[in-house]
């Protein structure tokens, strides 16, 4: 009997559900697809899954074997195609998980950006709070509405000496109080 009718009747008993058919393959090429396997995936255990996985394939559709191929040449094809399939999983896995710690790191500093922004807004806020109130008057209409330092000075009928002076101590001040953020 020649090596391919031997693996025709091996086909045929396998098709019939024969269990002597089955551990045959599986002990003639078992190890041999594990290597070939680890070849493509570049992981022992892996290797193990998709060869194991190939052959469980095999014995639920058993009745759909080729006659006319070679039992050699149809695992070690299912076990390449099964290789190449897990690689290209792989492959989209580390897009996405990528992808995704990009953007779990991005939402991380918008979500740290805005509490600094708005823990430094509320320092702000209680540094000019602790101003003296002709102080506080002068920074505002300084720094929030954007009144130039002469124009203060003809409002509250004082020098522009004077609101440079009260301008400077709020500044002062302010930094004091902000220097946990500079």
């Given at each position: ?20 058919a ?12 594990c ?8 992981q ?46 792989k492959k ?11 953007t ?8 740290f ?7 430094l ?29 002469n ?11 004077t609101?440079?002076?009260?301008i ?14 500079l």
């Amino acid at each position: 009997m020649t090596l391919k009718e031997l693996e025709q009747v091996t086909v045929l008993a396998l098709k019939e559900g024969s269990i002597d058919a089955f551990n045959l393959c599986y002990d003639l090429y078992y190890k041999a697809l594990c290597s070939f396997a680890n070849f493509f995936v570049k992981q022992p255990a892996i290797a193990e899954e998709i060869t194991q996985n190939v052959f469980l394939e095999v014995w639920i559709n058993r009745e759909k074997l080729p006659v006319n191929s070679s039992v050699k040449g149809y695992l070690m094809t299912a076990v390449k195609h099964d290789c190449l399939d897990h690689l290209k999983h792989k492959k989209i896995e580390e897009k996405y998980a990528g992808h995704y710690l990009r953007t779990a790191h991005e939402s991380y500093e918008d979500i740290f950006q805005e509490l600094v922004t708005r823990d430094l807004q509320i320092s702000l806020d209680l540094a000019i709070n602790k101003l003296p109130k002709h102080c506080r008057e002068i920074f505002l209409m300084s720094r929030y509405n954007y009144i130039p330092y002469n124009e203060i000075a003809a409002n509250l009928n004082i020098s522009v000496k004077t609101v440079e002076n009260q301008i400077g101590k709020a500044l002062k001040i302010v930094r004091k109080e902000l220097a946990p953020f500079l």
